[in-house]
């Protein structure tokens, strides 16, 4: 079965740093893998997601994420952060047995600080 | 074109009741997935529907139901309430089934709690 793990529950950033979430995934087959945000009382909102055409997709809010399959890793990254970017970030893999179902990492919370 | 829509965004309960969700998929997807969110257990799949039929479902029990209309519109419904039920509950919506590189568009979410 897939799945994927976020490493660090928080992660803390300072406005203008770089952000980076990580995320490994495990699967038997070729991963279909997503990006999701969070921000308080909301719903998720899909940043990018990988579909095997190009391994270093771009998202929307200047987020991007590389596919190493060597490495077993989606992480995203963002170049400069901003205050806005601070909300809860969830990495995902789709399941392959045919249904509409994503596996859920366990989240990262990320801090922006002035 | 208008998002995934979710209602109520509110509910408290008590122990013992019953709670529809209701959820609006964006036009033209037929698919509808439920999820649940808790600190605790994080996000987890409750059951996707399809034109009007249960695809597949997660590992809960059978409190929790579901249904789809023909206009695709969804609702859950979990009996007999207790305490670990609240939580944040996820509509998604995509255009097909069965399509792994399918984008699933998420709703605000209903908040239910509990007391």
């Known amino acids: 079965a897939q799945s994927v793990t976020q490493l660090g529950s928080h992660v803390s950033v300072s406005e203008g740093a770089l952000v980076l979430l990580r995320c490994n995934y495990s699967?038997?087959?070729?991963?279909?893998l997503f990006w999701y945000v969070q921000y308080p009382n909301q719903g998720l909102q899909l940043l990018l997601k990988?579909?095997?055409?190009?391994?270093l997709v771009k998202g929307i809010n200047g987020f991007e994420a590389e596919f190493k399959k060597s490495e077993t890793s989606f992480h995203l990254t963002k170049p400069s952060a901003h205050m806005s970017d601070a909300a809860e970030y969830f990495c995902?893999?789709?399941?392959?047995?045919?249904?509409?179902?994503?596996?859920f990492g366990t989240g990262t919370r990320l801090l922006v600080s002035p | 074109k208008a998002g995934v829509t979710q209602t109520p965004r509110y509910l408290i309960k008590t122990r013992g009741q019953q709670v529809t969700l209701s959820c609006s998929p964006i036009?033209?997807?037929?698919?509808v997935s439920w999820y649940q969110q808790t600190p605790g257990q994080g996000l987890q799949f409750l059951f996707e529907?399809?034109?009007?039929?249960?695809?597949n479902k997660g590992n809960f029990p059978g409190r929790f139901s579901g249904r789809q209309f023909s206009n695709s519109r969804s609702e859950m419904n979990v009996s007999t309430l207790e305490l670990g039920d609240s939580a944040l509950y996820l509509c998604?919506?995509?255009?097909?089934?069965?399509?792994?590189?399918?984008?699933?568009?998420f709703g605000p979410g209903t908040r239910l709690t509990v007391l």
């Open positions: 998604a919506s995509s255009l097909l089934s069965g399509v792994s590189t399918d984008t699933q568009y």
């Open positions: 699967s038997s087959v070729p991963p279909y």
């Open positions: 990988y579909t095997s055409a190009a391994t």
């Open positions: 995902a893999v789709s399941d392959t047995s045919g249904f509409q179902k994503l596996v």
């Open positions: 036009s033209g997807h037929r698919s």
């Open positions: 529907y399809f034109s009007e039929t249960q695809r």
